[in-house]
């Protein structure tokens, strides 16, 4: 399977990560991108997806539906070519387990930005 996750900052006064998940293999059924609920060392469930602002998937630029399945689970429906999902994360969260953004710094925990098919 390619992936490719691309971390771009799209606004840093509006404290915005973009993200692009290139996926390069067909599946006849779709992907499923699934945000994590846990961090590594707590157990605390945690409501990531929250800090999605957008999440759009497309074909050579060509839009393709995407579907919110519940609080943390979309659908991208089935495709034959490379698909492009982007997403962009609001990150203000000044603590270890989430993303901050603005003029002076940049974090970004991996459980927050990088989706799990």
Same mark, same amino acid.
């Given at each position: 399977m390619?992936?490719?996750?691309t971390v771009a900052i799209k606004d840093i006064h509006a404290h915005i990560f973009k993200?692009?998940?290139?996926?390069?293999?067909?599946?006849?059924l779709g992907w499923v991108l699934s945000s994590l609920c846990r961090i590594p060392g707590s157990y605390l469930i945690r409501d990531f997806?929250?800090?999605? /602002?957008?999440?759009?998937?497309?074909?050579?630029? %060509?839009k393709i539906p995407?579907?919110? *399945?519940?609080?943390?689970h979309w659908i991208a429906y089935p495709c034959e070519n490379?698909?492009? /999902?982007?997403?962009?994360?609001?990150?203000?969260? %000044?603590?270890?387990?989430?993303?901050? *953004?603005d003029n002076e710094r940049a974090?970004?925990?991996?459980?927050?930005?990088f989706?799990?098919?």
């Open positions: 390619g992936v490719k996750y993200v692009v998940l290139t996926l390069n293999n067909h599946n006849s997806a929250k800090n999605i /602002i957008s999440i759009k998937t497309k074909i050579h630029n %060509l995407i579907k919110k *399945l519940d609080k943390n490379v698909l492009s /999902i982007e997403y962009e994360i609001y990150a203000f969260d %000044l603590s270890v387990r989430s993303a901050y *953004l974090f970004l925990m991996a459980v927050v930005c989706y799990c098919l």
